[in-house]
């Protein structure tokens, strides 16, 4: 399949280790933030989603922490393994009327086996 | 279980032609909304439809439309089609109408070429 961002930021981990992609966000009234992942040829997948009520979420392997004061969120990827290789969005839900997500520009995981 | 299907997966255009894309949501999903990913980019907000009526609407110009039709199913047109149009489509459904009331499910995408 077509690559989906062929000059995105890239994090290239070894397998097993942990992962930490981080993401500015733009609207400091969102109050609602996802994670998603995109295969190459795929559409994007949800991987987690966070409140801005909270300040972390843990899920399987994945857990988001978000930091509202410098509009922060990251997605921490424990004993990353080769399918996680994708490229990995953050959005944020602006409260601006329009039931939409703005997504951030990406980055690329690459897991060296 | 079927999760959001589009068609056609690939199609090419001619710069002044007119283009018309598919997207069945998930069964029960009401809520169907349309995306634009160019090359090396996030997914853009293009329009969302909830129980047949438009509900939101990004920032493209008037030559994009869609509609959504009794079965929730949708159509994402464009014409005048230009070379910037050249992009994945996405259609992403979920079972209400806000984006913060639950998951987003996207299909795999239309992938337009204009030439």
């Known amino acids: 399949g077509e690559s989906v961002g062929l000059h995105l930021p890239t994090l290239s981990v070894q397998e097993g280790d942990n992962s930490i992609i981080n993401c500015a966000y733009s609207?400091?009234?969102?109050?609602?933030f996802i994670w998603y992942k995109q295969e190459s040829g795929k559409g994007p997948q949800f991987i987690i989603d966070i409140r801005s009520n909270m300040d972390k979420r843990q899920g399987q392997r994945v857990t988001v922490l978000l930091n509202k004061t410098v509009k922060h969120l990251s997605l921490q990827i424990a004993a990353t393994q080769p399918g996680d290789s994708a490229v990995y969005f953050c959005a944020e839900n602006p409260p601006t009327g329009r039931r939409a997500l703005t997504f951030g520009s990406g980055t690329r995981l690459q897991v060296q086996p | 279980d079927a999760g959001v299907t589009q068609s056609p997966t690939h199609l090419i255009k001619t710069r002044g032609q007119q283009v018309t894309l598919r997207c069945s949501p998930i069964?029960?999903?009401?809520?169907v909304s349309w995306y634009q990913q160019v090359l090396g980019q996030g997914p853009q907000f293009i329009f969302q439809y909830y129980e047949k009526e438009e509900r939101g609407r990004g920032n493209f110009p008037d030559r994009f439309s869609a509609r959504q039709f009794p079965n929730y199913s949708s159509e994402l047109n464009v014409n005048a089609l230009l070379l910037g149009d050249s992009a994945l489509y996405l259609c992403a459904s979920s079972l209400r109408q806000g984006a913060g009331t639950g998951e987003l499910f996207f299909g795999e995408g239309s992938r337009l070429t204009v030439l």
């Open positions: 069964s029960g999903h009401k809520s």
């Open positions: 609207n400091s009234a969102s109050d609602y």
